[in-house]
């Protein structure tokens, strides 16, 4: 009895996990949903393309950016799978909060790739009901509507580092540089992602260099791409001034409801950004105790380290 309760424990708190998501989001969704000027555009233009084949080459700005970097049309073509099974924003707005508890999952295979089932569910609680998450899928914006589909690249990410995939490492630069399309902010993660692709593609050398010639190849290929569609002037320039904004100049959540607004109206930026700070530091140390309790041998140790160094990595950069 026991032991059949201990092998389905797991399964049935995951589930709790996910139908708990999927409240969180769904509950009083339109009440609390808001839709800005970025996000009608989007939605026009989507409308546009599946009403009347009226294909867009312009570009829309990369929200957050100040004109400093423009998005793929990409993007466009991404959202139309939501219009066509939401048929409305409203329900675009269902079927993206359906896609983003969908998600507790990703986080759970995350979890327990780095070690077991219950850090599994340590990741899927700390992300799939983490209300600022929820927040953000209140609104259909490209940087909000990335943070559904980036877990996935996460994801394989992880399983080409662990099982050293040849297919799963081309999935996972196919799925970044869709990413980029979404939006520009993928560009945060330039340094974790380029430490990744070195130190898969010097594994590759020792055993199939056509596998580094071709990922070198398809990155190219891919960023080349997205500066064309993207239409990106002085690119450079633009990149380095973006990440200059997000990184440094402008702590600012990204939730901008009047909402939010409401829940805090007394909270100053200075102090806000104290207690995000405070938090991302107390969540890093949370996790490394948490995934150093661990019964591996020191040789799997220390190959499980680059992979927490990394995720922690991405934490930091994902603010």
């Known amino acids: 009895m026991l032991a059949t309760l201990h092998k389905w424990l797991p399964k ?21 949903s808001f839709f800005d000027v970025d996000t009608s ?69 995350i979890g327990k790739r780095l070690k077991n089932h219950w850090a599994g569910l340590l990741c899927a609680a700390l992300f799939g009901w983490n209300i600022l998450y929820v927040e953000m899928t209140s609104n259909i914006l490209q940087p909000f509507f990335l943070s559904v589909f980036l877990p996935w690249g996460f994801l394989v990410m992880l399983v080409s580092w662990q099982k050293k995939s040849v297919s799963s490492f081309v999935g996972s630069l196919l799925i970044f540089g869709l990413a980029i399309h979404i939006h520009s902010s993928v560009l945060t993660l330039a340094v974790p992602f380029a430490v990744y692709f070195v130190a898969m593609n010097a594994y590759f050398w020792k055993r199939n260099r056509y596998v580094v010639f071709f990922s070198t190849a398809l990155v190219a290929a891919l960023a080349g791409f997205w500066i064309v569609a993207s239409g990106q002037l002085s690119i450079s320039t633009n990149i380095f001034s973006y990440l200059f904004n997000v990184l440094v100049r402008h702590h600012i959540s990204p939730v901008s409801s009047p909402k939010s607004v409401e829940f805090f109206p007394e909270v100053s930026p200075d ?27 020191l040789p799997e140790r220390q190959k499980q380290t680059p992979v927490h160094i990394f995720f922690g990595l991405l934490s930091c950069l994902q603010r």
């Not at 102090?271 to 041998?297: D, E, M």
């Open 271 to 297: 102090f806000s950004l104290t207690v995000l700070y405070v938090a991302v530091v107390w969540g890093l140390c949370l996790l490394s105790y948490f995934l150093r309790r661990t019964t591996y041998s």
């Open 12 to 32: 049935i708190a995951l589930l709790v996990l996910f139908v708990g998501a999927l409240y969180l989001r769904l509950h009083n969704l339109v009440e609390t």
């Open 41 to 109: 555009r989007d939605l026009i233009a989507v409308d546009h393309i599946v009403r009347y084949q009226e294909h867009h080459l312009a570009v829309p700005d990369a929200a957050g950016s100040e004109n400093k970097l423009k998005n793929s049309p990409v993007y466009y073509y991404v959202l139309i799978p939501f219009y066509l099974l939401g048929k409305s924003p409203e329900g675009m707005l269902y079927v993206l909060n359906i896609a983003a508890s969908l998600n507790v999952f990703v986080f759970y295979l």
